[in-house]
Each structure stands twice: as C-alpha cells, then as structure tokens.
C-alpha cells in the first residue's frame, strides 16, 4: 500500500493558506512524488475562510480528498473549531498561536505552536507569515533538503520582485530555524 501523508491548510482567505498548499505540492513534485491539491473557498476570497487538503504519496493516489487528514496547519481559532476534530489519532495540529487563543481539547494528537504573526512582523510584514510556518512545517517533517526548497521557492515565485523572492526565503529560513529550536 502506498505511503500517503494529507496536509490540511487552513485559514482565512488573505492568510496564505492557498499559497502553502500549492508550494507544498510543487515541493512534493520536485521530490518526484505523486502529489493533488484541493482547494476550498468560503463565500468571499479575502475574510472569509479558505482550505487547502495536499495529498503526498509515492504512488499514485487514488482519491486526492480524505475526510481525516494526519496534519492540519491551522492558521486562525474559527479553522480549530472547525477541523480539529477530523485529524486523524495520532496526527499533527500546527497552531499559529497569534491567532489560534487555545489548545486543542484533544489529547491525542500532537500540538506544535508557533507565534506565526509575531514573527511575521518582526520581519517587517504580516505577508510572510504563510512562508514562516510553511518553513517550520518542511524542516519539521523532513520533506525536503532545505536548499533544494529555497532553489524550488524562486521557480514557485517566478515574476515577482527581486524583494518579494528575498523576504520570502527569509521568512521561509525564520520558520526553519524556528522549528529547530523550538519543535525538535
């Protein structure tokens, strides 16, 4: 049977959330993995909620959707309430814990926080906070040489601004080192 890992985005629209989850499934297909990315908007883009579901295997996938994701990447309190429930036993909730004001009443998953807003802010906009916890969340899981993701970063990035590309690997780095220090 195929290894498969579901990776659940979610926020509200103007978060990144989308954003996570398409540069996670063009990392997974750099690595040569089979890859599908579901997108879900609520009624309006920016303030209203939005979700990403990134299946990763390396064989090919037979559904890209799952009703019980292994790891949620929850960006605000309204996507916690929402998906904590459908994480699989066992599995990850990643909190940004700037927008995130509790714990998960579960005790059995794993929990891993992140000021991810305080951060983004510290490096001088709140636009990177996706690439903060996008960068915990690769170094974390091993998915990647991070090297090989900052390379892979500019293609995904590709017509932006020289100083767009540059405060995004930042931010991307930040989370990473992070994640080294704090998630080990």
């Known amino acids: ?9 979610a926020g509200f629209g ?4 989308i954003s996570m989850g ?3 499934t063009h990392l997974a297909m750099h ?6 990315c579901a997108l879900s908007y609520g009624a309006e883009m ?14 090919e996938i ?7 994701p292994m790891t949620a990447i929850i960006m605000n309190r309204p996507s916690l309430d929402r998906f904590e429930d459908k994480v699989k036993p066992h599995g990850t ?4 814990s700037s927008m995130v004001d509790r714990l998960p009443a579960r005790d059995d998953v794993e929990v891993l926080q992140m000021p991810v807003n305080l951060i983004a802010d510290q ?19 091993g998915l990647m040489d991070i090297d090989k993701a900052l390379d892979y970063l500019e293609v995904v990035f590709k017509g932006k601004k020289e100083a767009v590309i540059a405060k995004n690997k930042e931010a991307f780095l930040v989370g990473v080192e992070y994640a080294r220090k704090e998630w080990k």
Request: proline residues 2%; contains cysteine.
């Open 1 to 9: 049977m195929a290894q498969e890992q579901q990776v659940l985005f």
């Open 14 to 17: 103007g978060q990144g959330v």
């Open 22 to 24: 398409q540069f996670l």
């Open 31 to 36: 690595t040569g993995k089979e890859v599908s």
């Open 46 to 59: 920016r303030g209203g909620t939005a979700n990403c579901l990134v299946t990763i295997s390396d064989e």
């Open 62 to 68: 037979s559904s890209p959707l799952t009703e019980n």
């Open 93 to 96: 909730l990643v909190l940004n």
């Open 123 to 141: 490096l001088g906009t709140a636009r990177v906070a996706n690439m903060v916890l996008l960068g915990a969340f690769v170094e974390k899981q």
